[in-house]
Nanobody, 124 residues
Framework: QVQLVESGGGLVQAGGSLRLSCVAS????????MGWFRQDLGKEREFVAV????????LYADSVKGRFTVSRDNAKNTVSLQMNSLKPEDTAVYYC?????????????????WGQGTQVSVSS
């Protein structure tokens, strides 16, 4: 069992930065690919980024590529999402999630564990 807790959300002006963190409980964190998803009001949850268990592979949604960076520290059971050059359209609740497989990791299908989410609001 893995429990995930996100933090670091908040209100920021367009062009600003935020760093989200997700801390996992459980000793098997290093076995999981860790993804970030987001969901704005009235919209479906969408993929943002994912990092493999070793950190050697990452994938990003086209909408955030070049602005967001996902990283992880397995010694601290933490995965982070550095978000730069934020835009109003980045406003959403951001969720971290854990998957035993990197395959299909841009979809929700392989993810077994989800955090409760943290709100990110970007003002214009």
């Amino acid at each position: 069992q893995v429990q995930l807790v996100e933090s670091g959300g908040g209100l920021v002006q367009a062009g600003g930065s935020l760093r989200l963190s997700c801390v996992a409980s459980g000793r098997t964190f290093h076995n999981y690919a860790m993804g970030w998803f987001r969901q704005d009001l009235g919209k479906e949850r969408e993929f943002v980024a994912v990092i493999s268990w070793s950190g050697s592979n990452t994938l990003y949604a086209d909408s955030v590529k070049g602005r967001f960076t996902v990283s992880r520290d397995n010694a601290k059971n933490t995965v982070s999402l550095q978000m730069n050059s934020l835009k109003p359209e980045d406003t959403a609740v951001y969720y971290c999630a854990g998957s035993l497989s990197f395959r299909d990791a841009i979809t929700e299908r392989p993810y077994m564990y989800w955090g409760q989410g943290t709100q990110v609001s970007v003002s214009s």
